[in-house]
């Protein structure tokens, strides 16, 4: 993937040092959080968590990615690469979520097992089709979709991105297209769509 | 794998997605956001002499290139200022760096019952700002489990470890471990949890903890700061 979207655009001097060493020169963070907050504030709230929490969260995800920049190798796309730390914030706080609403209450929007109790919540909050349709995929499903979709990013880059083989991410992708193409006939037809 | 027989991603909903960015993210969101960073940074920074520039904490977007802490001090010297700010708070001295360390953690816990409340059918209709919880309309605190209640307990837990008061910084993060078994924080607990059983001269309790940290976490943060917790019992 050569998308000039997913590479950040890089100060002069640090281009040209790099020219001039023939590699590609890595972005120092301050970069990455002024060019990369917004992407990282949707990717959160895209992957399901809820508009009090999302700034406590991209709060955590930047100190993750300073903690581990200099593991980026800015040879590779930047922002699957931003979306991993995303993902695994997400995932957390998912799962937190998850238990606290299981542990208080069943809900019975949750009988069906492809539908977490989380979604449930996550459906109700969602103010617009596009975050309802999302918030019947579960966290993998939606990040794959996200990645590919919405972002652009090639397989590969996606499953290397989020460390899963690359079969696992086809399989997701077209579970995730199966699924979101159910839920918005659905979604269209409660709100009175043709 | 073949995707050709997956339906191809609807249209109307890849714009929604795009529309929603448009206007992109809170800009007073980012400020805040970027003030917390910089100011753990910068309080990392000035632990060390190692590090003669430290960002100043503006309201503004950040420059281009700026020359920002290393991970590993951050980690550890947070982590050790976050020690000594609880002693200092104890001792009810006033030193503003250490109040510093603590500004940007006092939030307000969101108590748990909300959640609840959220799912209701008269709730369906309205936006997630307006299901944001009430404290009136939950009638319990006892079930926090966002990360407020999270940052909570761990801060309670190192106000106790500054103040040396290990045992009740170890319930403290016990506390933390049956409500958030998987929680944002785990790792900072973990860590203290750590400091605090090697302060109390329980060294191979510490240890065998730490090797399961190391473990679990192997790119924490958090693990600069526990190798050099156990370099006291080396």
Redesign the interface.
């Known amino acids: 993937m050569t998308d000039q979207r997913l590479r950040p655009k890089l ?1 002069p ?2 281009r040209e040092n790099a020219a001039r060493s023939g590699k590609a020169a890595r972005p ?4 990455i ?2 060019e990369s ?2 992407y990282v ?2 990717s959160l ?2 992957l399901g968590v ?11 995800v ?3 990615i ?5 593991r980026y190798d800015p040879e590779r796309p930047l922002r699957p690469w931003l979306f991993a730390f995303a993902y695994r ?1 997400a995932s ?2 998912r ?3 998850r ?3 299981e542990s ?2 069943a ?1 019975p929007e949750a009988t069906d097992a492809s539908v977490s109790a989380f979604d ?2 996550a459906t ?8 309802a ?1 999302l918030g019947e995929l579960d966290v993998e499903r939606r990040a794959i ?1 996200l990645l590919h ?2 972002d652009g990013c090639t397989m590969p880059e996606i499953a290397d991105a989020l460390q899963i083989p690359l ?1 696992t991410a ?2 997701r ?2 579970l995730a ?2 699924q ?2 159910r839920a ?1 006939v659905r979604l269209r037809s409660r709100r009175g769509d043709r | ?1 073949n ?1 050709r ?6 249209a ?3 714009a ?3 529309r ?2 448009a206007k ?2 809170p800009i007073e ?2 400020r ?3 003030a ?2 910089l100011r ?2 910068a309080t990392a920074g000035a632990a060390s002499s190692a590090l003669p520039t430290t ?1 100043a904490v503006t309201s503004g ?6 020359s ?1 802490a290393r ?1 590993w001090w ?2 550890a010297s947070a982590f050790a200022l976050g020690g000594a700010g609880g002693a200092a708070v104890h001792a009810q001295l006033t030193v503003p760096s250490v109040r510093i360390v603590y500004v940007d953690r006092v ?1 307000t816990p ?1 108590p ?2 909300a ?2 409340a ?2 209701t059918p008269d ?2 209709a309205a ?3 307006d ?2 919880p009430t404290p009136s309309s939950t009638g319990s605190s006892s ?1 926090d ?4 209640g999270e940052r909570a307990i761990i801060d309670r837990a190192r106000r106790a470890f500054g103040a040396g008061e290990y045992a009740s910084a170890e319930r403290a993060l016990d506390a933390h471990a049956r409500q ?1 078994p ?3 924080l785990r790792e900072e607990r973990e860590a203290l949890a750590i400091k605090a059983l090697l302060a109390q001269g329980r060294s191979d309790e510490g240890r065998r903890r730490a090797a399961q940290f190391r473990e679990r976490f192997p ?1 924490s ?1 958090f693990g600069p700061a526990v190798d050099e917790a156990m370099k006291s019992i080396r």
């Open positions: 100060d001097m640090v120092a963070f301050a970069q959080f002024s907050f917004d504030w949707f709230r895209r809820r508009e009090r929490d999302v700034e406590d969260l991209t709060h955590e930047f100190l993750r300073h903690g581990q920049l200099d914030v957390d706080y799962k937190l979520a238990h606290r609403l208080l209450e809900s449930v919540l109700r909050e969602a103010s617009n089709l596009a975050q349709a979709f979709e919405v079969n086809y399989s992708l077209r297209r199966e979101l193409a918005l | 794998m995707l027989r997956s339906p191809e991603p609807d109307e909903l890849l929604l997605l795009d929603e960015t992109g993210a969101a980012k805040r956001v970027e917390r960073i753990t940074l960002p977007e950040p420059t281009s290139g700026a920002w991970p951050i980690a939030v969101i748990e019952p959640v609840l959220a799912v709730a369906s936006t997630s700002k299901l944001a079930g489990s966002n990360l407020g958030f998987v929680g944002v790119q943060l």
